[in-house]
């Protein structure tokens, strides 16, 4: 009789892979230089209100990873662009909306709560006054984002309220919009 080879199928919640997340979580917990990352964009001008944003790898734990993605902005015709392609602003509500949908969807999986359905509504509003320099005292951007998030799943009501309070903790995109981030300018004219 020969010996018989178990596989262990992992634990996905989700369509998250649970045994990979905690792998990584305890990973970084032994050594923090496994849980720095380093993201990298590059935006060019591809005529009128249109830029392309050009994603080739990112870094994590010192790790160069290959991936690549293209991403066209335009802006509205009201505001001098084609319509062709979502503008930075809806792109930057799509990127708070998407790193909350992962932590909430993260932080079922490890709770063991499936997920039916989850949907995040945010708005908020600009003052062209400020963006076109009519009004100094006008800020230029946003100074508040509203968001309602729609979540159903076998989770109780305190369960949920506390993910919702997890995810707010430690979402990326909630922390660099709910905070100043620095950002540091440099110019080279060719």
């Given at each position: ?6 596989t262990v199928q992992p634990t996905i919640v989700n369509g998250i892979n649970v ?33 392309r944003a050009e994603i080739d790898s990112y870094e994590i734990g010192g790790e ?127």
């Open positions: 009789m020969s010996a018989q080879t178990k045994d990979d997340l905690f792998a990584l979580i305890e990973g970084v917990r032994r050594d923090p230089a496994k849980g720095r990352t380093n993201w990298h964009v590059t935006t060019t001008w591809q005529g009128q209100a249109r830029s160069k990873v290959q991936r690549r993605f293209l991403i066209d902005i335009d802006e509205p015709r009201e505001l001098g662009g084609s319509n062709s392609f979502a503008n930075p602003q809806d792109h930057l509500i799509a990127a708070l909306n998407a790193c909350m949908t992962v932590g909430y969807v993260a932080q079922c999986a490890v709770r063991g709560i499936t997920l039916e359905s989850l949907a995040i509504e945010t708005h908020g509003e600009i003052d062209l006054r400020g963006f076109l320099g009519i009004d100094p005292a006008v800020p230029q951007g946003y100074e508040n984002l509203s968001f309602t998030v729609y979540i159903k799943g076998n989770g109780t009501k305190e369960q949920f309220a506390e993910i919702h309070e997890a995810v707010m903790a430690t979402s990326p995109n909630f922390y660099n919009l709910s905070r100043p981030v620095v950002l540091k300018p440099s110019l080279v004219v060719a």
